[in-house]
């Protein structure tokens, strides 16, 4: 992974963690040690979920250019679909809480998209890669 695609995947996934660390404190609190474990769960699966999606699109974007874009969109939704879905299914778990899960998993979701539009907008990624300096016109 080139290093511009690493500081991406870093600057979005640690403020995630943290937020998921704190959201585990609070529902370990609240709702005792099943909400800690509700949280935990859902940080790792929003962390997971994301972080496979940042990678899909970045190597779209490398060898698919021209379907960045709709490669984005597509990608967004079905991430989005797939959130839904674990909410779904976890709802009438008796494994951990699942309003801790369900809180956890839209903040986390939150944070990352918001920490990854931070990171892309603060990249130095050319959006035309310059001719080499050795090589003649």
């Known amino acids: 992974m080139p ?14 963690a943290a937020v998921g660390a704190i959201a585990a404190v609070v529902s370990g609190v609240v709702a005792g040690g099943k909400g800690a474990i509700g949280a935990a769960v ?67 979701t939150i944070i990352w998209i918001v920490a990854q539009t931070r990171a892309h907008m603060k990249a130095k990624i050319l959006y035309v890669e310059p001719e080499k300096s050795g090589h003649s016109s």
């Open 3 to 16: 290093s511009n695609d690493a500081r991406i995947l870093l600057q979005a996934a640690v403020p995630t």
């Open 42 to 108: 859902a940080t790792v699966i929003v962390i997971l979920f994301m972080g496979i999606g940042l990678y899909v699109l970045q190597r779209t974007a490398k060898s698919l250019p021209h379907l960045f874009q709709a490669m984005g969109l597509m990608l967004f939704a079905a991430q989005i679909l797939l959130l839904f879905i674990f909410l779904a299914a976890f709802k009438h778990t008796t494994l951990f809480n699942p309003k801790a899960f369900a809180f956890t998993l839209l903040a986390g």
